[in-house]
């Protein structure tokens, strides 16, 4: 057996591919892509996202308190690398050129894009400056789901067809097939 060492990364499997939507100081919607990013604490609800000091999201944050975090998905995946390569600092019709929509959300002061089929609605809860980059963790106050992604009231994760993003290849994946359920393959080593 051999390894390869490939010394310090910031690489992780599986890392999400995620839509972080915001309010522009015009009333305008403004949509970025985050791979790093994580569900962070159980009480409230929350998320981590790691932002650079310099994107029009963080400084929208900042102004409303608020965010919301969609996950990406196979037919969405056009629009949610175009939201990581273009800046709404140098683009205000960034997200119009998109062709999506948004509604306001219900409960906070953010934008649901409607074309993503799970989106988490969140309030700014904390943020930490470290060096030029903001980590800034979201209350989840409400997860929306489209109708049309559950089977028998939950989400299906099959019709859903959330992407992960590969930080090695910088390719966008399907999530693949179950291989076990947890809490419950691990109990066969139990009795030995
Ligand atoms: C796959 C992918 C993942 C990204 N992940 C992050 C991230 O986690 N944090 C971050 O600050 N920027 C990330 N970016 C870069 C921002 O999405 C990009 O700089 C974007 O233009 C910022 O938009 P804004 O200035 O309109 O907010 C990512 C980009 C891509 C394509």
Not at 16 to 37: Q, R
Not at 158 to 178: C, D, F, R, T
Request: with cysteine; aromatic share 8%; hydrophobic share 45%.
């Amino acid at each position: 057996m051999s390894r390869t060492n490939f010394g310090a990364k910031t690489w992780m499997f599986p890392m999400p591919a995620l839509v972080i939507a915001t309010y522009n100081e015009d009333g305008t919607v403004n949509a970025m892509t985050a791979a790093w990013g994580g569900i962070c604490q159980e009480t409230p609800a929350g998320i981590m996202i790691d932002l650079a000091d310099s994107h029009k999201t963080t400084a929208n944050i900042e102004r409303t308190g608020a965010f919301t975090v969609a996950i990406a998905t196979a037919d969405t995946v056009v629009p949610t690398d175009f939201f990581g390569i273009v800046s709404g600092n140098n683009d205000p019709k960034k997200f119009e050129k998109s062709g999506l929509r948004a509604r306001k959300s219900e409960f906070v002061d953010a934008p649901v894009i409607e074309e993503y089929k799970m989106v988490l609605e969140c309030k700014l809860f904390e943020k930490f400056a470290i060096k030029e980059d903001v980590r800034v963790v979201g209350e989840i106050v409400n997860v929306s789901v489209d109708d049309s992604v559950l089977t028998d009231g939950k989400i299906d994760a099959a019709k859903l067809q959330p992407l992960a993003w590969n930080p090695i290849s910088h390719e966008y994946v399907k999530l693949g097939e179950s291989v076990g359920l947890a809490w419950n393959v691990g109990k066969a080593l139990m009795n030995k």
